[in-house]
């Protein structure tokens, strides 16, 4: 069906000028659509091999947004720029099917705003730190059990390790699995690290929060003339889960200067005035939303997700890469390298990331 066809089922404002493909996101497939109203509207397909219940996925996102708006609005702000605004089909419904089965759905563009796949300084990089603490500031009194778990174990990192990692690895071709030994033999004696955060929520001593579960930095929107934070976007796995996923996810992504596909490991580090600058915006305000044990075990986290992330690349790789977006085949192997060379200096940093927490709690 052409993309023209399917802007036409939502119920936007004024007649179509211009549409193209746009973002850097592994999951969905996304489009601006310009309007003669002089608005723009983002239109995404959705993936449903990674969301299977497209409806489920739909009431979460519209009971959130409508929820922080809200909130938004109770704080003087503009709920327009500081969170999505979704749109719904002429019909009133919450996203569009096509007759052969894929699914769009669609928000405000917000104007004059821009996302970043970098930051060029640890300033701009708190600001990130406190979108997020801000977010999850807003959402401490959110009803988590009106939301459904749209992508079930999404930071069960164990249970990733024994029911998506060792299956892949037992399934895959001797060739396949040789081109990546090393990688193999490094996650297999990592085993005992990746329930370090599982075991302190089953243990009660994190609590379950609606967390994010998705927080790089290339996920907030900021001023485009002040730069400053206006809202966190792709909230498709807004979920129950640990401010700790949403702290480590960020540090993983943001406080490494090299990207998340960089070939050059020796570019791959943990900057840890990243990872200070964040945690201070992050813990600012965030603020009494966090408990004393929360911020206690926040200096572990960016291993862990670290090591999660590793786990999942080299387990698309080895699946034939059919979950995230790809741009060659060893793309999966290239962005698991990244992940455990970073996870290796974090380890190697810990102590150092547990001063910088202890110096700000
Ligand atoms: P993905 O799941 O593919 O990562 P995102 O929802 O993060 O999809 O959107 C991809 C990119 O589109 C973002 O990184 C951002 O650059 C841009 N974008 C998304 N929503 C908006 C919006 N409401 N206003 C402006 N830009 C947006
Ligand atoms: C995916 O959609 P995007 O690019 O923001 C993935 C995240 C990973 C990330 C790694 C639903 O996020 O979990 O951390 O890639 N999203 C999903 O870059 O699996
Ligand atoms: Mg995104």
Redesign the pocket.
Known sequence: MAIQDIIAQFAFDGALQAVRE?????????Y?AQFDSGK?Y?L?QI?RFVFQDADALMDNVFAVTDYLRERIAAEGGDPDRET??FIRTKDGKKYYETPDGHAYRA?????D???Y?KAATPALFQKSGEAFGIFQQRLRDFPAATLTETIPHFHDTPWRFEHEFLPALHRAAEAQRKSCQEEITWLLSQRHQTDSLTKLLALGRLPLRVTHN?T?L??V?FDKTTDQPL?V????TVMPGSALYDFGDAIRFGANPADEDEQDLGKVSLDLDYFAAYAEGYLRRAGDALTDDEKAHLAIAPFVLTLELALRFLTDYLNGNVYFKTAYPAHNLMRARTQIKLAQDMAAKQNAMQAIIASLS
């Open positions: 746009f973002g850097s996101g592994h999951i969905n497939t996304t601006l723009a983002v995404q993936n999505l605004r928000y405000l563009f917000v104007k705003s821009v996302c796949d998705d790089k290339n996920n929107l809202a976007i792709d909230l498709d």
